[in-house]
């Protein structure tokens, strides 16, 4: 049985969401992931329907399910802003990241000029190989091996692999 008010739901329940954000580990930006939780609170308090079970385990598995969404979400944005900043540091033999277009060509003099477009549209534009390939009316497969030979030939350049 659910509580009356959602008021009521929030400080009966309140433990509840602390408890998962400490199980799932979640330690950085708490109040967003209490906030999240909370949504997750409020959904299951709307959704809920009394002939179908018990609402603390209806809350519970919500609240997690919101929480745990949230926490992928961060995962992938992290993720990949992480991996095109070290892709960029491992192409640039003195580890520092160039702002102008120039600076970068210079380090790809190695590539063909497909390959070029390629990666001055993913690092220095920020798109996506999806994106370049819509955009060049190419697949996306041909675009990833156009980035990955220039990965290649990159790294034999410059990090002698």
Known sequence: MKPDTFEKTVVLYENMIKNQIKQLSIYRDYEDFYQCGLIGLWKAYEKFEEEKGCFSAYALHTVRGYLLGRLRSECRFERKHTFLDSEITEMIPDESVCEKKEDIEQYLKELNDLQKYVFLQRFYYGKSLTDIAKEQDMTYDKVRYLYRE??????????HV
């Open 150 to 159: 220039g990965l290649r030939k990159l790294k034999k350049r410059y990090i």
